[in-house]
Nanobody, 125 residues
Framework: QVYLEESGGGLVQAGNSLRLSCVAS????????MGWFRQVPGKARELVGA????????NLEESVRGRFTIVVDNAKKAAYLQVSSLEPEDTATYYC??????????????????WGQGTQVTVSS
């Protein structure tokens, strides 16, 4: 079992930055896929970006490319979603998710085995 805990969300003004954290505990994998998703009420959960660790380059969705980045610190069993130049449209609950192995259908949320509880990001204009 893997437990994921996100933190770092909050209320910020447009243009500002946040760093969302995802700390894992429990079982570890030598190779895994880690994704960041976001969801607003009434809409499906959407992929923000993902990284295949062993180790790899993050793959960010076009809508956030250049503003968001993913950093993994394997020694701390933590991953970070660095978000900058925030826009009101980025308001959502952000989730991290992990699944063992290399997942190439990274946007398929049902392919991830483990999920955190989410952290709310609210961007005011």
């Amino acid at each position: 079992q893997v437990y994921l805990e996100e933190s770092g969300g909050g209320l910020v003004q447009a243009g500002n930055s946040l760093r969302l954290s995802c700390v894992a505990s429990g079982r570890t994998f030598s190779e895994y896929t880690m994704g960041w998703f976001r969801q607003v009420p009434g809409k499906a959960r959407e992929l923000v970006g993902a990284i295949i660790w062993k180790p790899g380059m993050p793959n960010l969705e076009e809508s956030v490319r250049g503003r968001f980045t993913i950093v993994v610190d394997n020694a701390k069993k933590a991953a970070y979603l660095q978000v900058s130049s925030l826009e009101p449209e980025d308001t959502a609950t952000y989730y991290c998710a992990v699944t063992p192995g290399s997942l190439y259908a990274q946007s398929e949320s049902n392919m991830y085995l483990y999920w955190g509880q989410g952290t709310q990001v609210t961007v005011s204009s």
